[in-house]
């Protein structure tokens, strides 16, 4: 019996020193997985400028007047030199300053010198004059430059009707 206890204690000592010599070899403990290099999160960049906008109603045969479809043209400027094309569903209410709109558009240029294109998703809500909008990239639209792409944007509409924008998005570090 003596002699097993040894030889257990000596397979002990064999085995914790191969665990030593593993781990000083950059190897993992062992029931754990090696780390994986950690990955740098995007950081937050922004844009911003002036643009302009054309709104064109479609005739689609409505019964409901508070009820309309646009098409939209827009021309960016500033860090985002791009053009918009997008398609806008509206709904008015009998309470004046009230209503909503959805929209989709498409926005082709460059940003900040990175060509490509992506697309913007628009939710609007407009209780009794005070507005409530949310645009953002819809995930995974990004082509060229801009693939990855992700981020919202704000409008500012300025007394005079002069429309700006505020892009606060992340990219992938360029190749």
Do not use: W
Not at 30 to 50: D, F, L, N, V, Y
Not at 60 to 72: E, F, G, I, Q, V
Not at 88 to 99: C, F, I, N, P, Q
Not at 105 to 117: F, I, N, P, Q, Y
């Amino acid at each position: 019996m003596h002699f097993l206890a040894i030889k257990r204690e000596i397979s002990v000592q064999l085995l914790l020193l191969a665990m030593c010599i593993l781990l000083s070899l950059g190897g993992s403990a062992i029931g754990q997985t090696p780390a994986s290099p950690t990955k740098e999160a995007p950081m937050t960049q922004h844009a911003a400028g002036p643009f302009d906008v054309k709104v064109t109603h479609q005739d689609d045969n409505s019964s409901d007047p508070l009820l309309a479809r646009m098409t939209l043209d827009k021309h960016y400027h500033g860090d985002l030199e791009a053009t918009g094309q997008g398609q806008m569903l509206t709904a008015g209410t009998a309470v004046k300053g009230s209503g909503a709109y959805v929209a989709i558009e498409k926005v082709t240029g460059t940003l900040k010198g990175r060509a490509g294109s992506f697309v913007l998703q628009h939710t609007g809500t407009m209780t009794q004059n005070i507005p409530q909008l949310t645009i953002i990239v819809v995930p995974d639209s990004g082509t060229g430059q801009l693939e990855g792409i992700a981020g919202k944007m704000t409008i500012t509409i300025a007394p005079g009707g002069k429309h700006s924008y505020d892009f606060e998005y992340t990219l992938p570090a360029a190749p």
